[in-house]
């Protein structure tokens, strides 16, 4: 697993954007109703960003297991204020458009032009009923009589 000894390159690189991202966005936010509480979580959106980012990397298979099993058994030392799963995976939701933007913008590679395509054809319905099936009956029809 050498992708885990990046762990604090990883994270310096998404704290570094995260910041940015949570500056330009407080330009745009609304300021928050009076009575709504406003606490922090022990984890910051970065870690668990980076989990999320590790999670991706690692050869597990569930979440659940790598987060309870890997991240707060084996990497104490990295996270050491981590949360019970429930509550990890709330925070999973807060972190989604940050991610998005940051694997869109930093992390994607150069395009090189080759693109790979997959043709398998998706089973829609039994063999059997593809006759009678009649859920893009429309869109089908005019695609055939556009082709000639």
């Given at each position: ?76 030392a990295?996270?050491p ?47 059997k ?20």
């Amino acid at each position: 697993m050498q992708y885990f000894d990046l762990v604090t390159e990883i994270f310096v690189s998404i704290d570094d954007f995260y910041i940015q991202f949570n500056q330009k966005i407080q330009e745009f936010q609304l300021p928050a109703p009076k009575k709504q509480r406003n606490r922090s979580s022990l984890m910051s959106g970065s870690e668990v960003m980076t989990i999320l980012v590790l999670f991706h990397l690692s050869q597990h298979r569930s979440l659940k297991h790598f987060y309870l099993y890997y991240v707060k058994k084996h990497m104490q030392a990295e996270f050491p204020k981590t949360v019970s799963y429930n509550r990890f995976v709330e925070l999973m939701s807060s972190v989604l458009l940050p991610l998005t933007i940051y694997l869109k913008t930093c992390r994607s590679g150069k395009c090189s032009g080759i693109s790979f395509v997959d043709s398998t054809p998706l089973r829609v319905c039994h063999n059997k009923r593809i006759g009678s099936n009649k859920v893009f009956a429309d869109i089908a029809q005019r695609g055939k009589t556009s082709m000639g």
